[in-house]
């Protein structure tokens, strides 16, 4: 299993553009999430769905929206780029909490990105 | 508003030697409290969970401790290793309603030869 694999890996964006980063997973995982980690700072929470066709805001939603019409992919998008979101994203999945509350969340490895 | 703090903020060690990192919480109701790795340049990985009714849990040479009375843990880490070199952060997860994790800011650990 790869388990949850994010692209790119790294981007350079001028302000203003768009981009969307992806994300997937094969753990058959229902709840996703999509953090960002700026230096110095603790993970937070952009969005997260727990399933397909449900998402819903985390700590630090604006700028971004997501989808997720399947299971496996959970993409992120960033529609005007501004250097303030210049930081490194995670992707990651889990079992229901509720139903596995003991269970792990999944990351990938990043993209890293920086917006000039 | 939940809150994780996470001390030494950075810690460097002689390889060989043990350390012991810190989490202080605020999270309530308490569900649980997890501590990852995170290698540079890499996602964070599960080292062990603990629960309110659990109070140790070891993983190898990490061994996590928790008083929930006094909302602390800690993570020892034993025989230190190169590899070792890394970032540990604590987290903490409430029971009910909307599961949103409160993230440390993570004890950047350094291991030298």
């Known amino acids: 299993n790869a388990g949850v694999t994010q692209t790119p890996k790294f981007r350079i964006l001028k302000i203003g553009q768009s981009m969307t980063l992806q994300c997937t997973q094969d753990?058959?995982?229902?709840?996703m999430y999509w953090y960002r980690q700026d230096p110095g700072m603790g993970l937070k929470l952009i969005y997260y769905s727990v399933g397909a066709g449900i998402t819903d805001k985390g700590e630090v939603p604006n700028g971004y929206n997501v989808s997720r019409s399947t299971t496996e992919d959970f993409p992120l998008r960033l529609e005007l780029a501004a250097p303030s979101q210049t930081s490194v994203y995670f992707c990651?999945?889990?079992?229901?909490?509720?139903?596995?509350?003991?269970?792990?969340?999944?990351f990938g490895d990043g993209t890293r990105l920086s917006i000039l | 508003k939940n809150q994780v703090e996470q001390s030494p903020q950075s810690l460097i060690i002689l390889e060989g030697k043990n350390c012991t990192l810190q989490c202080n919480y605020t999270v309530s109701p308490f569900s649980n409290l997890r501590w990852y790795k995170q290698d540079t340049g890499r996602g964070p990985v599960s080292l062990t969970i603990?629960?309110?009714?659990?109070n140790t849990k070891s993983n190898g040479r990490y061994t996590a401790t928790l008083d929930a009375d006094t909302k602390q843990s800690s993570l020892h880490i034993t025989a230190s290793q190169l590899s070792d070199s890394a970032s540990y952060i604590c987290?903490?997860?409430?029971?009910?309603?909307?599961?949103?994790?409160?993230f440390g800011r993570g004890t950047s650990l350094i291991v030298h030869p």
């Open positions: 990651a999945s889990s079992y229901p909490w509720e139903a596995l509350p003991d269970e792990p969340q999944h």
């Open positions: 603990m629960t309110f009714s659990e």
């Open positions: 987290v903490v997860s409430a029971r009910g309603g909307s599961y949103i994790p409160t």
């Open positions: 753990m058959n995982h229902n709840y």
